[in-house]
């Protein structure tokens, strides 16, 4: 079955740290990939996705995230957080086509100490 | 352009009563979802509709849930009856699913407590 590991729950940094926050999937074929964010109180919204290309994607606010194919991952990086990146993020993979459904990971709850 | 509309944002019912939640995806957006959010969990899909036919209803409950959109338009999502762990926020997204274009736009949910 399809599925999706984001190895952190909760992770706390400090302002100008840098971020990495892990996803693998299980999905033997072509997939399409995503991070969506939650800030609080606000609805989920699209981060960055891969669909095909560079594996080296960049997203809004300085966020990027590098497709390895051959270890299942598509990992969210950022050189240096800030307290406004405080927020929930969730890595979800959908099958490449029509209709597949999106498979999403069970989040991680970033918190940027000023 | 506007996004996606849910209401009401918060209910709050008893047990064994009944709920309804209605969405309205973005203008011209073919495929329309259904997911419940749960606490501490990533979002699960209860049900996905391309116009107005079911495309994927595999993890809907249906002895409880259901969920019409007429016209392919709008969407309601209906719990009858409600248990203690229907509590968690419904989201509501839409998709345009052309070529190409998977992205899926949320709306910013209801959030529903069964006391």
Redesign the interface.
Known sequence: AQSVSQHNHHVILSEAASLELGCNYSYGGTVNLFWYVQYPGQHLQLLLKYFSGDPLVKGIKGFEAEFIKSKFSFNLRKPSVQWSDTAEYFCAVRGAGNNRKLIWGLGTSLAVNP | EA??AQSPRYKIIEKRQSVAFWCNPISGHATLYWYQQIL??????LI?F?NNGV??DSQLPKDRFSAERLKGVDSTLKIQPAKLEDSAVY?C?SSP?AL?I???Y????TRLTVT
């Open positions: 996004g996606v501490g969990q990533g979002p699960k899909l996905q391309q495309v994927d989201l997204a699913e190409n998977y992205e899926q949320f709306g910013p949910g």
